[in-house]
């Protein structure tokens, strides 16, 4: 939503349940301090879509004085401190959050936050907690995050399963797919590798890893016009990557 239509959402809000009510003044209503506080979530979420977090934080602020424990309106703010490199202050209101409603969408929210401060564990822990919404609808994505989480903590068996479980959920979950393409290739299960490398390759750009992942299963199945074409690729896109580096020390 544009800064431009929240506003007009914000007053027309306003507006209606003024006339709702009788020209009362809707702030003295519950159904019109509601409505106000949503438009002013939308308000702040829009500022903050746009980069602009000192701008958020207004009437997400405005949106805590109607409904100080408002599950929404931390969250937005969690993500506006997240955003300005405040971890504390993030931490914060992700717990006060979860303490208002603890739903999948703020657990995976948090979980996330979490792996970006390399508190894997605590990570680990929400992602799972966030699983257990069977109709969540990025429920993939959170086994995705869960399979991340697992590598970072050094258990490959684990991630290949949450993986699975993604991928299960949702075919074309692109990182699920070549984490997927490297741990095949790590176990020398080459034609899975392969597939899952394919399957990425269709739906997802290229990276400097994906693109020395392709060169590798080219050449181990002895296509060296692809193998050749992916470490070009690699070498004009990628030049001074230490995938490319690698890419040269195995030629």
């Known amino acids: 939503m544009t800064l431009r239509a929240a506003l007009l959402l914000l007053s027309s809000t306003l507006l209606a349940a003024c006339v709702s009510t009788g020209q009362v003044d809707p702030m003295k209503t519950d159904e019109g ?126 991630a290949e399963q949450h993986f699975d479980k993604s991928l299960r959920l949702n075919r074309n979950q692109p990182r699920a797919l070549l984490e997927m393409a490297q741990l095949s290739f790590d176990e020398k299960q080459y034609v899975p590798a392969r597939d899952y490398y394919q399957r990425y390759s269709q739906i997802a750009p290229q990276s400097a890893r994906s693109l020395l992942l392709g060169a590798r299963l080219a050449t181990i199945f002895e296509d060296r016009d692809q193998a050749a074409s992916l470490g070009l690729q690699l070498k004009r896109l990628y030049p001074g990557t230490p995938e490319y580096q690698q890419y040269l020390s195995e030629q």
Do not use: C, W
């Open 33 to 158: 301090r509601d409505a106000a506080r949503d438009a002013y979530i939308r308000l702040g979420i829009g500022y903050l879509k746009e980069g602009s977090t000192e701008n958020a934080k207004v009437p997400l602020k405005q949106a805590l004085d109607l409904d100080p424990s408002n599950a929404d309106a931390h969250t937005a703010l969690a993500l506006v401190f997240q955003t300005e490199k405040e971890p504390d202050l993030a931490d914060q209101h992700y717990r006060k959050a979860l303490s208002s409603r603890s739903d999948a969408r703020i657990l995976n929210n948090y979980g996330s936050f979490l792996y970006e401060q390399g508190r894997y564990k605590e990570a680990y822990e929400r992602f799972q907690q966030a699983t257990e919404d069977n109709l969540y609808p990025e429920r993939s994505r959170v086994f995705e995050n869960l399979g991340l989480t697992a590598l970072k903590m050094k258990n490959p068996a684990l």
